[in-house]
């Protein structure tokens, strides 16, 4: 994912056809290593291709991906021996912090 990333900022800063050095000199700005094996299996499946036609072909694929977004309502009734309530969670109160904990200043003070 990340080589795919890294092609797609250097397309986006005007790059129309980065090459493996572009990539690699992307992703070594920020410290990522980089595995030439797979860097040129990325390259040669992008090689000749508009990034922007790619992108679209994806969005495509990932229209008929479930989401999981889904809420399934239920009207039912209770279970049976649907007489006892269900135990309510009761909410704690944040304890105060001790001073000690709260000496933000870690014991110094602009006016010691």
């Known amino acids: 994912m990340r080589y ?3 092609y797609l900022l250097a397309a986006l800063g005007g790059n129309t056809s980065p090459s493996s050095d572009d990539i690699k000199t992307i992703l070594s700005s920020v410290g990522v290593g980089v595995d ?3 860097l040129d ?3 040669s ?3 000749g291709k508009d990034i922007n036609e ?3 072909s994806g969005l495509g694929k990932l229209a008929s991906v479930p989401t999981g977004g889904a809420v399934v309502a239920s009207s039912g009734g209770a279970a049976a021996g649907g007489d006892a309530a269900a135990p309510v969670e009761e ?3 944040p304890e105060p912090e001790s001073e000690e904990e709260s ?3 870690m014991g110094f003070s602009l006016f010691d």
């Open 41 to 43: 299996f990325v390259m």
């Open 103 to 105: 000496d933000d200043d």
């Open 54 to 56: 790619v992108v679209a």
């Open 4 to 6: 795919v990333a890294a």
């Open 36 to 38: 030439d094996e797979i």
């Open 91 to 93: 909410e704690k109160e």
């Open 45 to 47: 499946q992008l090689a």
